[in-house]
């Protein structure tokens, strides 16, 4: 599976930014899809994940209210909408697509595939 994210860019505190990563799966609605974060000097994180139907989301608790994960397996691709955008925001941005299961995780190894990230930046 290939994935390709897009859809980062420079953004005022207090913004939004719509992120988009297609996948070349056939098979996309087998996957459980995630996005993930690393800020410089920082671990990568959770952010927010899909299961396969799109029927159940889980978030980080900094993403709770503000984020919306969600997934058109039509087109094969997932979205995360983010909202209120603060500088703590600022990071690279990766989706990841989970095989051989319904729903999604919090823990990175749980995740098969990975998408090129795409770089989010909050001024302030």
């Known amino acids: 599976v290939q994935l390709q994210a897009s859809g980062g860019g420079l953004v005022q505190a207090g913004g939004s930014l719509r992120l988009s990563c297609a996948a070349s799966?056939?098979?996309?609605?087998?996957?459980?899809l995630g996005w993930f974060r690393q800020a410089p000097g920082k671990e990568r994180e959770f952010v927010a994940g899909?299961?396969?139907?799109?029927?159940?989301?889980e978030y980080a608790d900094s993403a709770k209210g503000r984020f919306t994960i969600s997934r058109d397996n039509g087109l094969n691709t997932v979205y995360l909408q983010m909202n209120m955008l603060n500088t703590e925001d600022t990071a690279v941005y990766y989706c990841?697509?989970?095989?051989?299961?319904?729903?999604?995780?919090?823990?990175?190894?749980?995740?098969?595939?990975w998408g090129q990230g795409t770089l989010v930046t909050v001024s302030s």
């Open positions: 990841a697509a989970k095989g051989r299961a319904i729903l999604s995780g919090t823990y990175r190894g749980e995740y098969d595939y």
């Open positions: 799966a056939r098979t996309f609605n087998n996957y459980a």
């Open positions: 899909i299961s396969r139907n799109g029927g159940f989301t």
